[in-house]
Nanobody, 117 residues
Framework: QVQLVESGGGLVQAGGSLRLSCAAS????????VGWFRQAPGKEREFVAR????????AYADSVKGRFTTSRDNAKNTVFLQMNSLKPEDTAVYYC??????????WGQGTQVTVSS
């Protein structure tokens, strides 16, 4: 069993930066892929980024490529999402999830990111 807790969300002006953290409990965290997803009001949840078990492979949605970077510190059971050059359309609740590359079994509660224009 893995429990995930996101933090680091908040209100930021367009062009600003935020760093989200996803802290995990459980000794097996390093055996999971971790994905970042977001859901804006009235929209479906969408994929943002993914990182493999060791942090050597990452994938990003086209909408965030070049602006967002995900990384992980398995010694601290934490995954990060560094978000730069934020845009109003990045406003959403951001979730981290742990599991396999296309099947995520564990989800956090989400953290709100609001980007003002």
């Amino acid at each position: 069993q893995v429990q995930l807790v996101e933090s680091g969300g908040g209100l930021v002006q367009a062009g600003g930066s935020l760093r989200l953290s996803c802290a995990a409990s459980g000794r097996t965290f390093s055996s999971y892929f971790v994905g970042w997803f977001r859901q804006a009001p009235g929209k479906e949840r969408e994929f943002v980024a993914r990182i493999d078990r060791t942090g050597s492979s990452r994938a990003y949605a086209d909408s965030v490529k070049g602006r967002f970077t995900t990384s992980r510190d398995n010694a601290k059971n934490t995954v990060f999402l560094q978000m730069n050059s934020l845009k109003p359309e990045d406003t959403a609740v951001y979730y981290c999830a742990a599991g396999e590359i296309v099947s995520y079994h564990y989800w956090g509660q989400g953290t709100q990111v609001t980007v003002s224009s």
